[in-house]
């Protein structure tokens, strides 16, 4: 009776014992699972990210907000040939598109008064048509 006893008490504690989860960064829960088969985190260290996209030219400045965090975007190649596909989709300047990119994220150390992490834009997955419901257009001035 003891054996069976001490053993009830070991399966009950062996299936009681749940793992501590890591902490889930800002980065983890922005990224997503692109359409054409590209993993969400694959080994080359690149995450792919959904989220408004809005390049202002005359200030050399390019954003991506997702739900959860503003990144700031570095100004190359890549980067300004997403621009070329979201003019496309833009009726306003300052109007923000959706796109999802494969991007690198890092922090932002340099500046205290900038994004507090960066991307650098390392694939272009998808474009869509921004949603006329959805009023993202920044206006400024007065009528």
């Known amino acids: 009776m003891k054996k069976v006893f001490l053993l009830l008490v070991t399966i009950l504690v062996t299936v009681s014992c749940k793992e501590d989860k890591k902490n889930i ?22 995450v792919a990210l959904q989220g408004n996209f809005l390049y202002v030219e005359k200030d050399n400045a390019a954003v991506l907000q ?18 070329k596909q979201v003019q496309q989709y833009k009726s306003e300047p300052f ?33 869509s048509k921004p949603n006329p419901e959805e009023n993202d257009i920044v206006k400024l001035g007065s009528k």
């Open 25 to 46: 960064t800002d980065v983890k829960e922005d990224t997503v699972t692109a359409e054409d088969g590209k993993t969400l985190k694959q080994s080359d260290g690149f």
């Open 66 to 83: 997702t739900p959860t965090q503003m990144y700031g975007v570095i100004v190359d190649d890549k980067m300004k040939a997403l621009n």
């Open 95 to 127: 109007e923000m598109v959706p796109v999802t990119v494969r991007v690198r994220v890092f922090k932002n150390e340099e500046a205290t008064d900038e994004w507090k992490n960066k991307i650098e834009i390392k694939e272009v997955l998808k474009v």
